[in-house]
């Protein structure tokens, strides 16, 4: 007894769709990070498993995660940075709140 | 019906072999705590030109044992305002992550946890994971000390592992597998890898004392600043474990990875017809290391924390990425011979010890320029 | 009678693992809980990378996502000062439309997603040589840009955080 790819595919997927409601309902913008964060695992779990599966023998789908390894590194030191200025010209964490782009 | 090692069912034999580990690992980092302890204690002294602990059991040896007895008969203090689950959860994510790695140390030819091909890889990942700890403890503690201790310790530990794990880049490039197994197996006979990659060892050791909060680097427990770091809310036993037991478990960990990547690992005379003589190699080699640490830490003054950050980001990485660079510009020149790379790793080491006092000097002449040129005004003001 | 009962025992686990670590971060009002229990996630993430035969990636995820990118979070969370408040502040005011949303695309892909029903992904053997021969041979490139990519990151955010001269700053604040 082992466990379907479709399984895997499964929890991918809900994991995805939890970040996404994270990023829609949450205010405060370092939990909006990291419900991003969550998003980019689950597509990375998602990636592993048919790459395991349907993959040839060199790993093609594997190397994207490493890919998304370093992009959710770099999003996340950018975007902290972000939040940090912002942070400190007016002290407020919530998206709601940062509107002074606004027309 | 398969039968596994020594006649047993594997289905019995799996879980039994998982509890002799797990028993194995505790018991010699209890142990090995206990007498690091020790050895660090009568090692000062005798440095210092101390006695050390002299009255408890012959030359004191029984010494850390009370001392353990009286952590673990403390009361469990927890001040008020701590922060529940997290003040409990950080001594277990400082500790499990130690006690982790050490399934994959070869303490000889066949005494192994298991033999990972990413042996190496794995070590590095479970010493990243000890930051969280720190910085969950730091948090939880709700005192200045312990997060201003938690927060140099999460930017130290983050800094060090660059030149760290580039430091092993290097010596992965010319052995070729991140197995424990497989780099001690390639140093056999007199040829270890020092002598052919003596600077990644040197940046490998200097950034392992950051890594494990060594002096002249153990600015989180910076006793005169920061009363004791992120440790200051925990004592009796959470005390003990986070400190004593992850803290020597890691300085530990560190000197094995030393010396199976740099030292030849198990191997040494006699060690073909015995293997079992391979353990005895092992460990005197290992606390070769671990001394040279107390050693140092008897000897070096604490550094401050901007000289920490710019001797790593300017120092350490700089001249990890340099070394990488030669290490594999040679061993793609020279596909069949280590002697290149040895000679250029040596080369590298004379201009990295003969480098420092000519930086040495010209940042002491700028920061006297600026002690001159931020003094005038006040100088000028009061005459 | 032999472990194959193990490996789903242990998918198990790991999926209540991460689904519930991941309801964490979304639900919970305090934000420490929540990047912690992020953190778990991550690690049941990478539980599930050794269970597909990915054990590199495994180390690689438990090595970023744990050791960095955690660590970085926390960082942001005790910078920017966050004081308690009513529990519906928490959310946005489009929440009730939003999860009518999420939910009405997540069922459907959650369930198709059961339609993959071919057997589990072939065993590992190690998955290192192979990584590294495709990142560094067909991913060559990509893989540069990507450190580039990496290099303006950490430039961008030593620039957007940095305070201007130490110096300037501590004439401004004896002013």
Known sequence: MTVPLGAYVAVSAVLFFIGCAGVLVRRNAVVILMCVELMLNAANLALVAFSRKYGSIDERGSVFVVFVFVIAAAEVAVGLAIILSAYRNRPVVDVDQIHQMKG | ????????????????????????????????????????????????????????????????????LKLISKEDVRAAATDGWFFVAAPALVFCPMLASWVVLPFAQDIVGTNLNIGLLYLTTLGSMTVLGIVIAGWASNNKYALMGGLRSAGQLISYEIPQILALVSVVLVVGSLSMIDITRSQAGPLVNVLILPFPFLIYFIAALAETNRTPFDLPEAESELVAGWLTEYSGMRWGT?????EYGNVTVVCAIVTTLWFGGWQGPGVDAIPLLGVLWFTLKVYAFILIMMWIRATLPRLRIDQLMSFCWKGLIPAALVNILVVATLALAFPTTKIPI?????????????????????????????????????????S | MTFDFIEPVVFALLAIGVIAGGAAVVLLSRIT?????????????????VLLGAETLAAFQVLIYVGAIT?????????????????????????????????????????????FTSAS?????????????????????????????LLA?????????????????ARRRRR
């Open chain 3, 121 to 149: 992904p072939r065993p590992g053997g190690g998955d290192l040589s192979a990584l590294a021969t495709s990142v560094f041979t067909d991913f060559a490139f990509p893989f540069e840009i990507a450190s580039v990519l």
């Open chain 2, 1 to 68: 019906m398969p039968v596994g090692p020594f006649g047993i069912d594997p289905l019995i034999w799996a879980p039994l072999r998982l509890i002799i580990a797990v028993g194995l690992a505790l018991f010699l980092v209890l142990n090995g705590a206990l007498l690091q302890i020790y050895l660090e204690r009568k090692i000062q002294a005798i440095i210092q030109d101390r006695l050390g602990p002299y009255h408890v059991g012959p030359f004191g040896l029984l010494q850390t044992f009370a001392d353990a």
């Open chain 3, 33 to 49: 809980a929540a990047a912690l229990l992020m953190a778990f996630t991550f690690l049941s993430m990478a539980g599930m990378f």
């Open chain 2, 342 to 382: 040895a000679i250029a790793s040596w080369v590298l080491v004379v201009l990295f010890v003969a480098g420092i006092p000519f930086v040495q000097r010209r940042r002491l002449r700028v920061l006297r320029a600026r002690a001159r040129a931020s003094a005038a005004p006040a100088v000028r003001a009061v």
């Open chain 3, 71 to 115: 660590v970085l979070i926390l960082y942001g969370v005790m910078f920017t000062k966050f004081s308690d408040r009513p529990r519906a502040l928490f959310f946005q005011r489009q929440t009730p439309l939003a999860v009518v949303f999420v939910a009405a695309v997540a069922i459907p892909v959650a369930l198709l997603s059961f339609s």
């Open chain 3, 153 to 169: 990151a950490m430039v961008g955010a030593i620039v957007l955080t940095g305070r201007d001269d130490p110096e300037e700053a």
């Open chain 2, 242 to 246: 986070m400190l004593a037991l992850s």
